[in-house]
């Protein structure tokens, strides 16, 4: 089973995992007169997936990047500290990048990197 699955859609293994979590502050969060944060902190935990594929196909990139075209996805990952956890999640800026071109074959490989923001 593929390590990442986007709405039921197996996803190559990237080549690189970063998941960061944040939190989110109400807008009453700032600082005082004196420089102390008085902080409101509404949400904690929120997930974001930094993904980055390397040396993938033109047949892959599109595969990932179809995957990923919709406003709101729902992303299963199977082997975080947490065990198995689905979530929803929409997608952020999206890199594509030529790596290599063989002339030879006519062929492309990529780089595509993009994050995944949990609602």
Same mark, same amino acid.
């Given at each position: ?20 979590m ?11 007169? =004196?420089?102390?944060?008085q902080? +409101? *902190? &509404? ?10 594929? @390397?040396?993938?196909t033109?047949e ?26 689905? =979530?929803?999640?929409?997608?952020g +800026? *999206? &890199?594509?990048?030529?790596v290599?071109?063989?002339e030879?074959?006519? @062929? ?12």
């Amino acid at each position: 089973m593929a390590m990442i699955v986007i709405d039921g859609i197996n996803m190559p293994t990237p080549s690189s995992f970063r998941m960061p979590m944040m939190d989110i502050d109400s807008e009453d969060t700032k600082r005082n007169e =004196l420089g102390y944060m008085q902080r +409101d *902190r &509404i949400r904690q935990g929120i997930r974001k997936f930094e993904l980055e594929y @390397k040396g993938i196909t033109s047949e892959q990139l599109v595969t990932i990047a179809t995957a990923v075209k919709p406003e709101k996805v729902s992303v299963t990952f199977l082997r975080s500290p947490w065990g198995e956890i689905t =979530l929803d999640m929409y997608v952020g +800026d *999206r &890199i594509a990048e030529i790596v290599k071109y063989d002339e030879d074959y006519n @062929k492309m490989y990529w780089k595509y990197s993009f994050n995944l923001v949990e609602f």
